[in-house]
């Protein structure tokens, strides 16, 4: 018997996207940008949205019900886009300042804190992080590249 099946959706962006934003509280539009997202066993527990590309910087945004699809594969996919498909300089995540959870999420994943927006989110301040390319430890380290399954 197999274990778990983890999955990667990269085709269905505005299925994924109006997920990401119906859980972080914004809109999602046909062209607002591109979305990549994570399964389970068949069913969508992760995903982040790519907005506001501008050649330098992409705004990122997360959302997941099942902390477990964050491991070094699906790290390196989420970091690899902007950086390596894009060519970004940088990522930057906004998150509001009550949400302690996604707080120590960006933390975690490498982020630096970057600035405050005073009463910019509904319930009091959004923190602006970034992630410079060179900061990067999911896409420096191949070895947190998906293995491929052999043919």
């Given amino acids: 018997m197999s274990g778990p099946r983890w999955g990667i959706i990269q085709?269905?962006?505005?299925?994924?996207g109006t997920w990401v934003c119906d859980r972080t509280g914004t809109?999602?539009?046909?062209?607002?940008?591109?979305?990549?997202?994570?399964?389970?066993?068949?069913?969508?527990?992760?995903?982040?949205t790519y907005e506001q590309f501008n050649g330098a910087n992409v705004y990122l945004r997360f959302a997941l019900t099942d902390a477990r699809f964050i491991n070094r594969a699906t790290a390196?996919?989420?970091f690899s886009y902007p950086f390596d498909q894009l060519g970004c300089k940088r990522v930057t995540a906004l998150v509001d300042s009550d949400n302690l959870r996604s707080l120590a999420f960006v933390k975690r994943l490498g982020f630096a804190y970057e600035a405050t927006l005073q009463d910019a989110a509904p319930n009091g301040d959004q923190i602006v992080f970034r992630m410079l390319k060179s900061e990067c430890r999911w896409i420096r380290n191949q070895r947190f590249q998906p293995r491929r399954l052999a043919a």
């Fill in 76 to 78: 390196w996919a989420t």
């Fill in 27 to 48: 809109l999602w539009y046909d062209g607002r940008g591109t979305a990549v997202g994570f399964t389970f066993d068949g069913r969508l527990v992760g995903g982040c």
């Fill in 11 to 16: 085709d269905q962006i505005d299925e994924v």
